[in-house]
């Protein structure tokens, strides 16, 4: 196995060679808003293939490309495509993207994904600020001897999606009257939709939304001590809430027919969000 201290190391070099912009905002889309990597002005790109530790993403509509550039005027790094557990990844490889945004010195990670809608109110099409999360996947990214250089062998995770950072998302969201939910994502591993007993226990558990990605990211994150700001696109009525069968076609339907107003929100965000200064610089926005 590559040792993931000396792979992450490898790839932030790769890029730095090809590319001076230091990110302020790291960005991780999810279905339907890979297409705003196409955007990033000034682009450098580097192909996931180019570099150490980073998988190949199989699904169809995630690229698999870092992006350099400006996106709503600020220095940011997209993620082109994620790394999903399901496609069989151990949780190091589907960490690695995270933690290259970090190392490539990004002050706040914004993540987004397509989510089942468990509680009630949640419908297709709805966007849910992520305030906490509840992980089912069974296992955890910081499993295994503590990369002691990124972080704690033991992070604090009370402040995973960070309360300042809600707050502001908040208040973009309002200045472009764009209405958003909020609540607790949970996630299975998948690649098998829920049960609906499953759902019926998750909303037990106090889940709003369920998915199968962004937790071990998350995680990898907050070890990193880097602030997240997580949201989830309702793509579908949870299984057992209604008749209707589960289907990839209509998360892809529903990430598609929102993209435009999910696009000018996040859009905002990465104009708006004032992050906090990169520790030991003092230099803030
Ligand atoms: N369950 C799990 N993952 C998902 C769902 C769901 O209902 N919708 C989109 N991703």
Avoid at 93 to 112: D, F, H, N
Avoid at 142 to 164: C, E, K, V
Avoid at 175 to 183: A, D, Q, R
Avoid at 217 to 227: L, S, Y
Wanted: aromatic content about 4%; proline content about 7%.
């Amino acid at each position: 196995m590559q040792d993931p201290m000396q792979t992450v190391e490898e790839s932030a070099a790769r890029v730095r060679a090809r590319c001076s912009l230091v990110p302020e905002l790291g960005l991780v889309l999810g279905s339907g808003l890979g297409f705003l990597g196409d955007q990033v002005e000034a682009a450098t790109v580097v192909p996931y293939g180019e570099l150490p530790g980073l998988p190949v993403s199989t699904v169809p509509g995630h690229a698999g490309r870092l992006v350099l550039g400006r996106l709503s005027g600020r220095p940011v790094v997209v993620m082109q495509g994620r790394f999903h557990f399901y496609e069989g990844y151990g949780l190091a490889q589907v960490t690695s993207g995270v933690r290259l945004l970090a190392r490539l010195g990004v002050r706040g990670l914004l993540i987004t994904n397509a989510a089942g809608g468990v509680r009630a109110d949640l419908h297709p099409g709805d966007l849910m600020l992520i305030n906490d999360h509840i992980n089912l996947m069974g296992s955890n990214p910081l499993i295994g001897r503590n990369l002691d250089a990124l972080g704690p062998r033991f992070p604090d995770m009370s402040d995973a999606y960070t309360r300042a950072l809600r707050a502001q998302a908040r208040a973009v969201a309002a200045e472009l009257g764009i209405p958003i939910k909020e609540g607790v994502y949970a996630a299975f591993t998948g690649p098998s939709y829920e049960t609906p007993a499953e759902i019926r226990a998750l909303r037990t558990l106090g889940a709003d939304a369920v998915g199968m990605s962004t937790i071990p990211e998350v995680i990898a994150a907050c070890h990193m001590g880097v602030p997240v700001l997580g949201m989830s696109c309702i793509s579908n009525l949870a299984a057992g809430i209604s008749d209707k069968p589960l289907s990839h076609a209509e998360v892809t339907e529903t990430a598609e027919r929102v993209k435009a107003v999910f696009s000018r929100l996040v859009l905002g965000l990465v104009a708006k969000l004032e992050l906090p200064p990169r520790p030991g610089t003092g230099a803030a926005r």
